[in-house]
């Protein structure tokens, strides 16, 4: 975790590699309050995560594909859909 200060100090360095190694960096403050500092993209792919995991329909979708899958019963694309 950074303090503040060091974010600071070296912002861009900081937000680049926040940006470009896709691993959010933990700030504190002075007072024990802490920021998370990621990329744009990973902050959408972090809100479609909970998105998907809160929704409770698509999460029962999502199961019964799986037991479909492990059952070998699942849903076998023709030739033509793979593109061969």
């Given at each position: 975790?950074?303090?503040?200060?060091?974010?600071r100090?070296?912002l861009?360095?900081?937000?680049?590699?926040?940006?470009?190694?896709?691993?959010?960096?933990?700030?504190?403050r002075?007072?024990?309050?802490?920021?998370?500092?990621?990329?744009?993209?990973?902050?959408?792919?972090e809100?479609?995560?909970?998105?998907?995991?809160?929704?409770?329909s698509?999460?029962?979708?999502?199961?019964d594909?799986?037991?479909?899958?492990n059952k070998?019963?699942?849903y076998?694309?023709?030739a033509?859909?793979?593109?061969?």
């Amino acid at each position: 975790m950074l303090s503040v200060n060091q974010f600071r100090a070296n912002l861009k360095q900081y937000v680049d590699l926040a940006v470009d190694n896709h691993e959010p960096l933990q700030v504190s403050r002075k007072n024990g309050e802490a920021f998370v500092v990621m990329s744009l993209e990973d902050f959408e792919r972090e809100q479609e995560t909970l998105y998907v995991l809160g929704n409770t329909s698509l999460m029962g979708q999502i199961q019964d594909s799986l037991n479909t899958y492990n059952k070998g019963t699942g849903y076998k694309p023709t030739a033509d859909e793979l593109g061969f």
